[in-house]
C-alpha cells in the first residue's frame, strides 16, 4: 500500500512513470499534512500557561483532526485503487455485444468512483479550514504560522483534489451525477480562497 512507503519511497514513486500515485493522492497526502499541523498546533497549546481557558476545546480539535488524518492517509490509497479501476475497466474484453455492454458499465461506474473519491477529499479538507481558523485565533501564538500553513495545506487539497474530479466527470455520461457533483465542486471553489485569506489575515507575526 501506497501509505506503508516511507516518504523517499512514495516522492520516487510518485516522480516515477507510473501513473499511480498521481494527483489525487498527492491532495490526500496535502490533507492529511494539514490535520497533522492543526494536531500539533493544538498539543502545543494544551497544558500550556496562559491558554486554560481553550484547552478542552484545543482536545477536541486535536482528537477530530487525528481521525481526519487517518482518513486522508488511507485515502492516498483509494484514489489510486479508484484510478486503478479504471484502467481495469477499459482492459474487460469486448467481443460480444454483452461483453460490451458490461465493458461500457464498468468504466463508467469506476469513472463515478474516481470522481467521487477525490470529492469526498475535497470536502473533508474544507472541513478543517474551520479547525485552522480556530488554532490560528486561540492556539499557542509562537505557533501560529503552523496553523496558517494548515490552511494553505488545506485549500492546496481542496483545490487540488477538485481537480481530478473534475477530469474525470469529463468521461461520464450520466448527466444528473454530472450536474449534481458539478455543483458541489462550485460550491467548494467558490468559498475556499476566500476562508483561507480569512485566516491568514489572522496571523500576526
Avoid: H
Avoid at 477525490?118 to 501564538?141: R, S
Amino acid at each position: 500500500m501506497l501509505q506503508d512507503l516511507n516518504l523517499k519511497e512514495f516522492l520516487e514513486k510518485t516522480a516515477s512513470k507510473s501513473p499511480v500515485p498521481g494527483g489525487g493522492s498527492v491532495a490526500a497526502l496535502s490533507a492529511s499534512l494539514s490535520a497533522s499541523l492543526i494536531e500539533m498546533v493544538g498539543n502545543l497549546t494544551i497544558g500550556k500557561k496562559g491558554y486554560e481557558d481553550v484547552e478542552d476545546e484545543m482536545k477536541e480539535i486535536v482528537s477530530i483532526c487525528f481521525k481526519y488524518r487517518e482518513k486522508f492517509v488511507n485515502d492516498i490509497d483509494r484514489d489510486s485503487d479508484a484510478f486503478n479501476k479504471v484502467m481495469a475497466a477499459f482492459k474487460l474484453p469486448k467481443d460480444t455485444e454483452e461483453e460490451k455492454a458490461a465493458r461500457k458499465k464498468a468504466i463508467q461506474e469506476s469513472f463515478k468512483t474516481a470522481a467521487l473519491v477525490p470529492l469526498e477529499v475535497a470536502e473533508d479538507a474544507f472541513k478543517l479550514l474551520e479547525f485552522a481558523a480556530k488554532v490560528v485565533e486561540k492556539g499557542n501564538k509562537n505557533a501560529v504560522t503552523d496553523g496558517a500553513v494548515a490552511a494553505m495545506m488545506a485549500r492546496t487539497a481542496v483545490l487540488s483534489a477538485l481537480y481530478n474530479v473534475k477530469i474525470n466527470l469529463g468521461s461520464i455520461k450520466d448527466e444528473e451525477f454530472v450536474s449534481k457533483v458539478s455543483k458541489q465542486v462550485e460550491s467548494l471553489e467558490s468559498q475556499v480562497n476566500n476562508i483561507e485569506n480569512e485566516i491568514l489575515s489572522k496571523v500576526e507575526l
